[in-house]
C-alpha cells in the first residue's frame, strides 16, 4: 500500500469506514434510513440523511433515498414564542424504471410540542402550523398589493412598515409572527423570514376571504350591483355542468 498516494489511502480509509457501517446496518437505531410518516426530531430526520449518504454517497440522495431532508432556502425554522416550526421534504419520486406513489410530500415538525404534520405541498404545511402555533393569524389583516413591500432591498419599505404597525395588532408584532400579502396568481408561495419580525409573509390566498374586502373607492356605492343573497342550500354546491349529477 505504501505505493499509494495519500489521497488514495484516505479514500480507502473512508471505504473500509462505509463498509463497516454497512455491515453494522440492524445497530442502527436513528430515524429510519428510507421514508416513514412516524414522528421523529428535526436532528433525528437530518442525523439519519447524513447517515443515508455516507453510506450510499451524497449523489441525487433526494430521490434515491425517499428520506425527510432540509432544503437549502427553507433554512433552519421560525420561532414564535414556545413554538419552533421545521419544515421538510421527501421525494417519493420511484427510481428510473420502477414503479411507485410519486410525488413530493411536506412535513412541518414543532419539536417542542412533539406536533408534525405531512402534507402534498409546502403551503399546507406552514399553514397547519400556523393553525397550531399562531391562533387567529387567519384573521389578521391582508397587505394589499398596491402596498410595494420592498424597495429592491431584504428589509420593507417605510410605506408597508406604516401599513404593517399601524393595523396588526401589538401582540402579534413579536418575533417569528407572520404578515399574510395579496399576491398575483403566480406568486402565492409561503415565504419563511419575510415579515418584518422573522416570520412568514403568508400568500392571501391562504384565507377563505377576498384579499381586498373594501370594494374601491372611486367607484361610486350606486354603481355597484345589488346584492342578491344567494337561495340558502345552494351556496357550496359546485353549479359547473360537469358536477351535475
Ligand atoms: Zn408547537
Known amino acids: 500500500m505504501t505505493e499509494h498516494v495519500d489521497g488514495q489511502l484516505a479514500f480507502d480509509f473512508d471505504e473500509m469506514a462505509r463498509e463497516e457501517a454497512r455491515a453494522r446496518l440492524d ?3 436513528g430515524a429510519p434510513l428510507g421514508f416513514t410518516r412516524d414522528y421523529f426530531t428535526p ?8 447517515h443515508w449518504k455516507f453510506l450510499n454517497g451524497p449523489l441525487g440522495s433526494w430521490k434515491r ?6 432544503e437549502g ?20 419520486d420511484p427510481d428510473d424504471g420502477q414503479e411507485g406513489p410519486g410525488g413530493q410530500l411536506t412535513q412541518m415538525i414543532c419539536e417542542p410540542c412533539d406536533w408534525h404534520v405531512i402534507t402534498e405541498d409546502d403551503n399546507t404545511a406552514v399553514e397547519a402550523w400556523h393553525d397550531h402555533a399562531v391562533p387567529g393569524w387567519r384573521d389578521l389583516p391582508v397587505v394589499p398589493a398596491a402596498i410595494r413591500l420592498r424597495d429592491g432591498g431584504a428589509s420593507l419599505s417605510k410605506l408597508a412598515m406604516t401599513w404593517i404597525t399601524e393595523r396588526y395588532p401589538e401582540h402579534i408584532q413579536v418575533p417569528g409572527a407572520p404578515i399574510i400579502t395579496e399576491r398575483s396568481p403566480y406568486g402565492t408561495r409561503h415565504v419563511h423570514h419575510y415579515s418584518p419580525w422573522g416570520g412568514y ?8 376571504r377576498p384579499a381586498a374586502p373594501e370594494p374601491p373607492a372611486r367607484v361610486p356605492r350606486r354603481e355597484l350591483p345589488a346584492f342578491t343573497p344567494a337561495s340558502p342550500g345552494r351556496q357550496t354546491r359546485p353549479t359547473g355542468p360537469g358536477l351535475a349529477r
Open 43 to 50: 436532528a433525528q430526520f437530518d442525523e439519519a440523511f447524513e
Open 73 to 92: 432556502w427553507n433554512g433552519m425554522g421560525t420561532e414564535f414564542g414556545q413554538h419552533r416550526g421545521e419544515i421538510f421534504g421527501a421525494d417519493l
Open 201 to 208: 409573509d403568508l400568500s392571501h390566498t391562504a384565507l377563505e
Open 65 to 70: 433515498s425517499h428520506m425527510w431532508h432540509r
Open 27 to 29: 445497530e442502527w437505531d
